[in-house]
């Protein structure tokens, strides 16, 4: 047998093994499937939406249970990680602390050739830890029985004008988005935002605070104020609205300088199984899957695609919708993660003067 015959009689034989075992062969083997994962959610009617929608559809996919808990708990997953006896392979958790336990190394990378986020807006697409899950808007509501088609508020500016579009207001206990509208209210563009001129924020919100005749604390007490009339002009949400629209309340949204904010999942530091993690926020990142969410709770997730799986009634209320994003703007949570201390101290002492 010639040098040649035995080269090619060996390579046969390699071509042989790869098309038996061809992972192995040629690239790594798929991990072992664990009998279950689990995942941390906020529970509620929430947890019952990623069940029907996506702890369903990923246990049909892969024969793997999902087990769910919650609450969603910072505290938590940093103790978890620093002792290493991590629970959860996922955990959902808020833009703030996603910053936080990002820089403070909790959380494992995503593997974007899993985690497909290619059909996310541009600036989530090259996401390192934090997997950007869903989205929401706080929004302007109105009664539409007290601002006709023609007289209505769109935009912050009209929202402080109280001769134009008279009535009590409502707005959140919180410098959250509040700052951000007052200096829209006050002439700043959208893209000039960030970083926020917290002085002139607050001298913008001086010239409101007489008008607001309920600072809400709770979502549901959001839109409940609108409900009850005891403000015909206010902030929420958008779930909130929507669900108080869905009951019959006379109620629009007014999309407009809308401040969009992102829930967001990502995988502890240290946690097991965390090939099967990444597939689980594959499955979360797909559109038809979204659609199903969007279609029980309201809240859209953030593949621009999941909007032809909603159900055409629901998409007029969705703050992903074409008509209404490039209307928003994005919430800085860097900005926000970084200040949140010293500027909510000076708004429980603004809110005491």
């Known amino acids: 047998m010639t040098r040649f015959q035995r080269t090619r009689r060996s390579l046969l034989a390699l071509g042989g093994a790869a098309a038996v075992f061809p992972r192995l062969a040629w690239g790594q083997a798929e991990p072992a499937k664990p009998v279950q994962i689990v995942v941390n959610d906020s529970g509620g009617d929430m947890q019952n939406a990623m069940r029907a929608a996506f702890y369903s ?8 249970k999902v087990v769910s808990t919650s609450p969603v708990d910072l505290g938590k997953l940093r103790a978890m990680v620093q002792s290493g006896n991590v629970e959860w392979q996922v955990t959902e958790i808020d833009g703030e602390s996603a910053m936080l336990a990002e820089k403070s190394g909790l959380l494992e990378p995503l593997d974007l050739k ?3 986020l290619s059909q996310f807006p541009k600036h989530l697409q090259n996401r390192k830890y934090v997997f950007p899950k869903g989205v929401y808007s706080t929004v302007m509501g109105y009664r539409t029985d007290v601002f006709p088609e023609g007289k209505r ?10 001769q134009k579009f008279p009535g009590p207001r409502s707005m959140r206990n919180d410098p959250a988005d509040n700052l951000e509208f007052a200096l829209l209210a006050d002439g700043v563009p959208l893209d000039k935002i960030y970083p926020i001129d917290v002085d002139r924020a607050f001298r913008k919100m001086d010239q409101i605070k007489k008008y607001v005749a309920v600072w809400w604390t709770t979502g549901a007490q959001s839109a409940q104020v609108l409900v009850d009339k005891e403000a015909v002009l206010g902030t929420a949400w958008n779930g909130r609205y929507y669900s ?36 689980m926020l594959a499955l979360i990142a797909e559109p038809k899957p979204q659609g199903v969410y969007a279609n029980i709770i309201g809240y859209p997730g953030l593949n621009l695609e999941a909007i032809n799986y909603t159900d055409p009634k629901l ?12 209307k ?21 002492k603004w809110m005491l003067g």
């Open 57 to 64: 559809e990923y246990e049909k996919r892969y024969g793997i």
């Open 114 to 116: 899993i985690v497909d």
């Open 153 to 162: 508020p769109q935009s912050w500016a009209d929202f402080w004008d109280v």
């Open 244 to 279: 108080a629209i869905k009951q019959g309340a006379p109620i629009a949204i007014e999309w407009n300088q809308g401040a969009i904010k992102e829930s967001c999942f990502a995988i502890p530091k240290g946690a097991k199984d965390v090939y099967w993690a990444q597939k």
């Open 315 to 326: 998409q007029p209320y969705l703050p992903t919708n074409p008509a209404y994003l490039q």
């Open 328 to 348: 928003q703007f994005w919430t800085n949570v860097e900005w926000v993660s970084e200040n949140a201390p010293k500027v909510k101290e000076r708004w429980a």
